[in-house]
């Protein structure tokens, strides 16, 4: 029974001897396959080619990105922030997605990680500090399971910082508050101030 390899590239080469002979590879752009189709020793070599394939992709950061998202750490999150992190996830991923969980004990990484941060701070600070926050968050959690030997971005500092006195209410603006809206918003300012807690939590109140 012919077996069909999935992905299979041919290509005709000359030889040295000018004869034009056929080689076949596991995928485009793959190894060459040794023996000739049909053989043993053919399928033997197109399954290890595969073999080595796919565990060099459970070997890298997209794989703890996914990981990252089936967890139960990420299922915890708000649902505005789950949404955000999977934009800075796919950024993430879109850059650095195929690099080697290994290579992240490497001294170097912290550097090349802090290099990217900078670069997209020439755009947006706080969406440069963001990004990096989020996949230090991913490469922690990584680390605590067992699935990565290091966090390479723990403790990066900031490159953003929000300016947020404009913000803060003072006592006058309280007292005009209380002065002129409805008084059943007067309990949602208070509790807004006293809390600290996040519009979405404060609604969340019963």
């Excluded at 080469?13 to 752009?29: D, M």
């Amino acid at each position: 029974m012919r077996v069909k390899l999935k992905g299979l590239n041919r290509t005709r080469v000359r030889a040295a001897n000018g004869e034009i002979v056929e080689c076949f590879y596991a995928w485009k752009g793959g190894p060459r396959l040794e023996g000739k189709p049909g053989t043993p020793e053919f399928l033997a070599s197109y399954e290890r080619a595969h073999s080595e394939d796919r565990k060099r992709a459970t070997d890298t950061l997209r794989t703890l990105l996914d990981a990252f998202q089936d967890s139960s750490a990420f299922a915890d999150l708000a649902d505005r922030t789950r949404v955000d992190y999977n934009k800075q996830l796919r950024i993430i991923d879109g850059e650095y997605g195929d690099f080697p969980i290994a290579a992240h004990a490497d001294r170097r990484t912290r550097g090349e990680f802090m290099a990217w941060r900078d670069r997209l701070a020439v755009r947006s600070r706080r969406q440069a500090h963001y990004a990096y926050s989020v996949l230090a968050r991913v490469l922690s959690w990584s680390v605590d399971r067992g699935l990565a030997p290091v966090n390479p971005c723990r403790a990066g500092g900031r490159v953003y910082r929000a300016a947020r006195s404009e913000r803060v209410w003072s006592p006058e603006n309280e007292a005009a508050f209380y002065a002129r809206a409805p008084e059943h918003l007067h309990l949602a300012l208070m509790l807004a101030l006293w809390t600290g807690q996040r519009q979405g939590d404060l609604l969340a109140l019963t």
